[in-house]
């Protein structure tokens, strides 16, 4: 029930947030390996992204690859937040004398979304690729021409076979593993640390939305640059034997971000991200901690 119920608030966040992912990932793949100024600008903030998405693709656009989002965060999500939700309820996360150990919570988290990352990467390759498809005239980064989810795994595996769709999978486990380590320990450190406040009654939302606020804004910092390098090291194109042909792996992509982007190269599309994982966190943490509590009372006979 664990898997289940992180999965369905994930996906609960997802359906609100998934225009934000579509821009975020637009502005990441924007001027890929290009000296600033040296490109046209399809999309130059975030709120101009949308009009500009909007206005060329159409409104529908906004939610493009919505199916695959889905299943992504069901499958990510629901192993993340599960396989976490069994340390925490088991008492793992606990110091002995009662507190929430920082250094367990950040290694459970880092654990469980390793795992979930290896798990669901076939479904963020597909969901990448979907989302940057644009027209010609705002189309940034590689396009791949896939008419849908079923059908653009099938022609992966068809082109690649079976670990042709796991491309990217290493590379993008450090980013999962920086950004949920960084979301749980903050969401579990600031829900342990508002409860002993008392600044709101006991088991209320409040505490758990306060705690996901705060999570949101220090996982956008600290897994955009592990985040633009995945969206580029996912959408590249790629020779007949599945090897990348802009970039080696995560660390090669990183280098050659900073030295033809510069520094703030990695942080492009902060402001989209923040957006998008700021939301996302608020509501999934929200949805998830409220559906675990729901289902928890029967149980405890309250």
């Known amino acids: 029930m664990d898997f289940i119920l992180s999965g369905v608030a994930a996906c609960g966040a997802c359906l609100f947030t998934n225009p934000l992912e579509v821009v975020k990932t637009r502005m990441q793949l924007q001027g890929?390996?290009?000296?600033?100024?040296?490109?046209?600008?399809?999309?130059?903030?975030?709120?101009?992204?949308?009009?500009?998405?909007?206005r060329v693709d159409g409104l529908a656009a906004l939610q493009r690859g919505l199916l695959p989002a889905l299943c992504y965060q069901f499958a990510f999500n629901g192993l993340r937040l599960g396989i976490y939700g069994i340390v925490e309820t088991k008492g793992y996360l606990r110091a002995p004398d009662g507190r929430i150990s920082p250094l367990r919570t950040v290694a459970a988290g880092?654990?469980?979304?390793?795992?979930?990352?290896?798990?669901?990467?076939?479904?963020?390759?597909?969901?990448?690729?979907?989302?940057?498809?644009?027209?010609?005239?705002?189309?940034?980064?590689?396009?791949?021409?896939?008419?849908?989810?079923?059908?653009?795994?099938l022609m992966i595996h068809k082109e690649h076979g079976v670990l042709g769709l796991w491309r990217g999978a290493v590379s993008s486990v450090p980013r999962v593993m920086v950004g949920s380590s960084t979301q749980l320990a903050t969401f579990s450190s600031a829900k342990d640390f508002l409860a002993h406040l008392e600044v709101f009654p006991k088991d209320s939302w409040q505490v758990a939305l306060s705690a996901s606020m705060i999570s949101s804004t220090t996982v956008a910092l600290t897994m955009s640059p592990f985040d633009v390098a995945s969206t580029r090291l996912y959408n590249q194109p790629v020779s007949p034997e599945g090897q990348g042909l802009i970039y080696k792996g995560l660390l090669d992509c990183l280098a050659k971000i900073i030295r033809s982007e510069g520094f703030f190269g990695i942080y492009k599309g902060l402001g989209a991200s923040y957006f998008r994982i700021g939301p996302h966190t608020i509501l999934s943490l929200f949805f998830w901690d409220q559906l675990r509590h729901g289902y928890a009372a029967p149980a405890s006979g309250r």
């Open 110 to 153: 880092a654990m469980a979304g390793a795992v979930a990352a290896l798990a669901s990467s076939p479904i963020y390759l597909v969901k990448t690729h979907i989302q940057a498809q644009s027209a010609a005239e705002i189309a940034v980064g590689h396009q791949y021409q896939h008419q849908g989810m079923f059908h653009a795994l």
């Open 32 to 54: 890929e390996l290009r000296q600033p100024g040296t490109y046209t600008r399809h999309y130059r903030n975030v709120f101009h992204a949308f009009y500009t998405i909007g």
